[in-house]
């Protein structure tokens, strides 16, 4: 199974048209982070580096390969990216921390690397990826821009 290295474009046929991810990072101990591209296309575009750069519907963590083939869609790498101005750090992503009753109590906050903390969140860091690992399901429901 390819794996896929940042900077790669990935289109996908998603039956709904083609959809398109950029794989920013690799991390060693989590699954490939990327960026969902928002948009989805009759045709592939002439300018990909346009679409590279364009709205992010979600940045995500997940094995893509893997899911690409659970999935059984579509894709190939479709151009490769210098994603230095699109994506130069790591993201951070958040995780809630929930006490016995369910209620988020304070917020994780991961770069990569390390972990900082934040009871009242501001509304940049709420805006931040979850730190979660998304499934193949879920990221077919978000190419395809249907409601989650």
């Known amino acids: ?37 928002a948009g989805l296309h009759d045709s592939r575009p002439d300018d990909l580096n346009a679409v590279a750069k364009g709205e992010a519907l979600s940045t995500i963590m997940i094995p893509l390969a893997g899911a690409l083939k659970r999935l059984g869609i579509s894709h190939e790498v479709v151009a490769t990216i210098d994603i230095s101005d699109v994506a130069h750090r790591f993201p951070t992503f958040r995780m809630p921390i929930r006490d016995k009753q369910g209620n988020i109590v304070y917020w994780w906050f991961w770069d990569g ?12 860091q709420n805006a931040m990826p979850l730190r979660e690992i998304t499934s193949a399901e879920r990221f077919l429901k978000l190419m395809r821009q249907e409601p989650a």
């Open 113 to 124: 690397q390390g972990l900082t903390y934040e009871v009242e969140p501001s509304a940049e």
């Open 1 to 37: 199974m390819k794996e896929f290295s940042p900077g790669d474009l990935v289109e996908i046929d998603t039956g709904n048209g083609l959809a398109y991810v950029l794989v920013t990072h690799d991390h060693p101990s989590y699954p490939t982070v990327v960026r969902a591209l």
